[in-house]
């Protein structure tokens, strides 16, 4: 079985990679093409991939492409994470943002809008490629703004693209560990958009254990999320939001955090990979030693360990709780979250995830086609999203004003209409003048080439 991973020269490709050198399964992947814009990157992450499989029997056999065409051709799979822009795209949206005294978080208000408008061009023509080239094959897509390019993408590929995200999966591990469940037979009632969910009850052995949590000061303040919101605010609410939820509930807060920050977290990014990617170059003709232990994986691992360590840096800042615990660092794993989905969907194995999906009947607020974020059942025949309850009200506002959002970047990327990206920013609850709506786009375009379709 092959996989295509589009973003080959992606810093958390590895992580993929180890997932698939642990699965022994019969049908595992045996090949896999890396494809990505920038060369350098790809030979770089290539090295990392060769000292995973070292010593390791039938490792799946790596090769690298620069060319579309040949990556998809024959693929059974295609997981996407592009950066377009990449991290200097990013910086930059966070910097214009808070220029205007808003949020510029990558997939979260005027920057989250800037990297869609930007991303979602893209991301369709990698669909219509897809369909041309490899029409039986599933694309599990990653890039952010996930729900936002997955809904791009399905117009395009219907129910044969599917995102994920690791957000969810953490937290209901964290919210199982520190209640003495194992997330393994735990059923998670989890609901909403990428980025806009709320983790509403977790059940096991036939009872729903988070009203148990709620109810215990000291033990709902004992893990990240915890931590981040405080106990008042989750026991008000009656649910765990997801960590992005903290731009929404804390803005001005997370607002001043970030302006006072030495770097805004895409910057630190930006620096951070172009440092690792330089120390690979530097000795790759040479064979000299980079990481800690002599190798490349080595300065992989303690590059990533940084990464983990300094997630949402800010917002802990703004909410006066310091650095992640240990048992916090852990994320999701969206590599196993892709793996599973390739296992169900390629073995029929029946499993269930929380998946980005198109909607269908599951919330009635909103149309058949809008993707929301929300456990799945997968076997041979994709992701289907189960029933849930309604959402509550504060829940309701929140998640149809981002679909408008959504819906109006769509618009835009489709009709090149500068009056429907100005509609875009305006209607995000985070943006509060239609003046600074139109003052960030004509910000947006003049630092980003990829914008000049939308000057209108």
């Known amino acids: ?28 992947v045996d090949r896999v093409t890396l494809y990505d814009v920038d060369a ?81 061009p ?62 393994d037979r735990a059923w998670f009632d989890y609901v909403g958009l990428n980025h806009l969910g709320w983790l509403r009850g977790l059940w096991a052995g036939g009872r729903d254990h988070l009203p148990r949590l709620l109810a215990d000061p000291e033990l709902l303040g004992s893990f990240e999320e915890g931590k981040l919101f405080g106990p008042d605010w989750l026991r008000s609410i009656g649910a765990i939001p997801n960590e992005y939820l903290h731009y929404y509930y804390f803005n001005r807060e997370a607002v001043r955090a970030y302006q006072g920050a030495e770097r805004t977290r895409g910057a630190y990014l930006r620096d951070q ?9 530097d000795h790759g003709g040479t064979g000299g030693a980079v990481g800690g232990d002599g190798s490349a994986l080595g300065a992989w691992h303690r590059t990533l360990a940084d990464r983990e360590a300094t997630y949402m840096a800010a917002n802990r800042d703004a ?3 310091g650095e992640r615990d240990d048992e916090d660092l852990g994320s999701g794993g969206y590599e196993q979250v892709a793996l599973a989905l390739m296992r169900a969907v390629a073995r029929n194995e029946s499993a269930t995830l929380i998946l980005n999906v198109r909607n269908r009947t599951t919330l009635s607020v909103l149309d058949a086609d809008a993707v929301i974020e929300v456990p799945c059942l997968v076997d041979a025949n994709g992701a289907h999203p189960v029933s849930v309850d309604p959402l509550p009200y504060h829940a309701v506002g929140l998640v149809t004003s981002v679909k408008a959002v959504e819906r109006a970047v769509l618009a835009a990327a489709e009709s090149g209409s500068r009056e429907d990206a100005v509609r875009a920013f305006a209607l995000h609850p985070l943006v509060d003048s239609v003046a600074v709506a139109r003052r960030l786009l004509d910000a947006y375009t003049d630092v980003h080439p990829g914008l000049a379709y939308l000057r209108g």
């Open 1 to 28: 079985m092959r996989l295509t991973i589009l973003g080959g020269g992606g810093f958390r490709v590895p992580l993929v990679y180890g997932a698939l050198l642990r699965d022994r399964a019969e049908g595992r």
């Open 122 to 183: 893209v991301a369709v023509d990698i669909a219509r490629r897809v369909a041309a080239l490899a029409p039986d094959a599933w694309v599990i897509n990653f890039t952010n703004p996930a729900g936002l390019v997955t809904e791009a993408m399905s117009r395009v590929l219907g129910d044969r693209v599917i995102g994920i995200c690791d957000s969810p999966v953490g937290l209901g591990r964290r919210v199982a560990r520190v209640l003495g469940v194992d997330p």
């Open 40 to 120: 350098a990157r790809l030979g770089a992450v290539a090295r990392v991939l060769a000292e995973q499989a070292d010593g390791v029997a039938d490792a799946p056999e790596v090769t690298v492409t620069t060319d579309l065409d040949d990556a998809l051709r024959g693929t059974d799979f295609v997981f996407s994470a592009i950066r377009v822009g990449g991290l200097e795209g990013r910086a930059a949206d966070e910097r214009v943002a808070l220029a205007e005294g808003v949020l510029g978080q990558e997939t979260v208000g005027a920057g989250g809008i800037a990297y869609g408008l930007r991303t979602v």
């Open 319 to 321: 909410a006066g709780v």
């Open 273 to 281: 990979q172009a440092g690792f990617y330089a120390e690979l170059a």
